[in-house]
């Protein structure tokens, strides 16, 4: 009996030390995270080929801001810079232009590229996806918001630095023909 007490603290105490090795609550934020920079790439695909198949393309076809977010908050800061919370509501995933991304990719000779445009995992007034546009310049960023150690630190081997996504805000993973792009 006692030697089965001792295998089973002996068990509990190795199991407690994976546990914290792992650490499975970073785990998740960074499989959130590889799901962001998935969707943003399929995003920046599918925009892409938009901009190549059509003749004149309209990039903000039903804007109700200068950037639009599909974030489940309230209203966005000042132009000019990501929000650093909420942005304005606009939780539509369709791909008609009437979506958070206002792009009718319906109208791609081969059909749209995506069924429907994807969501933030976690959709909050903290991390949700942005999108902005110049439509005179036929140029756009997409924006997330990370969440991960891994991946929303400041240090020299994040994604969201300059030298590795081109964007200008290290706060935000930045991906677009233009992902430098000041926010109108």
Not at 20 to 25: D, F, I, S
Not at 55 to 83: E, Q, R, V
Not at 171 to 178: H, K, L
């Amino acid at each position: 009996m006692i030697e089965l007490l001792v295998v089973i603290a002996i068990l509990a105490v190795l199991a407690a030390a994976v546990v914290l090795t792992l650490n499975p609550a970073e785990l998740i934020k960074q499989g959130r995270d590889s799901t962001r920079i998935a969707d943003m790439a399929a995003m920046n695909s599918a925009l892409s080929l938009y901009l190549a198949d059509l003749s004149s393309p309209d990039l903000d076809a039903s804007a109700p801001s200068a950037f639009a977010c599909d974030a489940s908050g309230a209203s966005c800061t000042a132009a000019g810079t990501p929000p650093t919370g909420s942005c304005t509501n606009i939780t539509s995933t369709t791909v008609d232009g009437t979506g958070w991304v206002a792009v009718n990719f319906t109208g791609i000779s081969s059909g749209a590229p995506m069924a429907r445009l994807p969501k933030d995992p976690v959709n909050s007034t903290t991390y949700f996806y942005m999108y902005d546009c110049s439509n005179t310049n036929s140029t756009y960023e997409l924006l997330a918001k990370m969440e991960s150690t891994k991946y929303a630190t400041t240090s020299a081997s994040e994604v969201m630095s300059a030298s590795k996504d081109g964007g200008d805000d290290t706060g935000w993973y930045e991906v677009g023909n233009d992902p430098a792009l000041d926010l109108q």
